[in-house]
C-alpha cells in the first residue's frame, strides 16, 4: 500500500486551496479522527484526549452520525471540534459529481460544520470549485501527516514512529477511529499525546479562527 506520511511541498503547491498544515509560530499540533463515529473506538478515543486535556477535530461519516448520536454530542460536549466526511464515504474519484455533491449534502444535514475532509483524500478539482462556492462555503482540510493507522502491512511501532518522527507546530495529523486502524490507533495515539506534551506542544482543534488567525483563508 503506497501513500505519503509526510505530504510532499509539490501536492500543496497543485492545491493551494486546500489546508495542508495551519502556519503556527507557537506549539500546536492538530490532531484528527476520520471515519467514526463509533460506539466503542470513539470512546476510548476521548477518554485519552481528556487524559492530556487534548482538543481534536472529528470527521464524521453522516451515516456514523445517525448510528451513534449520543457518541456525536459526546464529541462536541467535551469540545472537540467535527467536519464532515461525506454521508457514505464516498471516493470523490469514483463516484458522480451530483451524487457526490448531493452526499455532502445529506451529511451537511446531521453533521453542523463547514469543515469537510474527502475519503481517501480524493477529491476531483471540479468537486473542489463547487464545494468552495457560497452554496457551501467548505473549509477543505486534508493533512501534513498520515499516522498509517489504516495500513495493515505496517507495525504499531511503525505507526507510532510515523507520527513522531514527521509531526511539527502547525501540522495536522490523520488518525482514523475505526475498527481497521482501531488497534494501531490506540497503541500510537497516547504516546504521541505523551512525547508532545513533554516538549511543551498543545492539541488543539481546528476551527476557523485558527484557520484565519494561524494560516490562510
Known sequence: MFYFVKSPFWIKKIYPELFWEIPTQSKKIYLTFDDGPHPIITIKVLDVLKTYNAKATF?????????????????????????????????????A???????????????DSNLFRPPYGRISRFQIQQLLKPKYQMKLIMWSVLSGDFDPDISTEKC???VLL????????????????????LYALPKVLEQFSKQGFLFE?????????????
Open 97 to 111: 459529481d451530483d451524487l457526490y455533491l448531493n452526499d455532502i449534502n445529506k451529511a451537511m444535514g446531521y453533521i
Open 160 to 162: 507510532l514512529n510515523n
Open 166 to 185: 514527521s509531526t511539527k507546530e502547525g501540522s495536522i495529523v490523520v488518525f482514523h477511529d475505526s475498527e481497521k486502524a482501531a488497534e494501531k490507533m
Open 59 to 95: 470527521f464524521c461519516i453522516g451515516n456514523n452520525v445517525v448510528k451513534y448520536p449520543e457518541v456525536y454530542k459526546r464529541i462536541i460536549d467535551e469540545g472537540h471540534t467535527v467536519g464532515n466526511h461525506t454521508f457514505n464515504h464516498l471516493n470523490g474519484w469514483k463516484t
Open 205 to 217: 482543534r481546528i476551527t476557523d479562527m485558527a484557520l484565519k488567525k494561524e494560516g490562510h483563508g
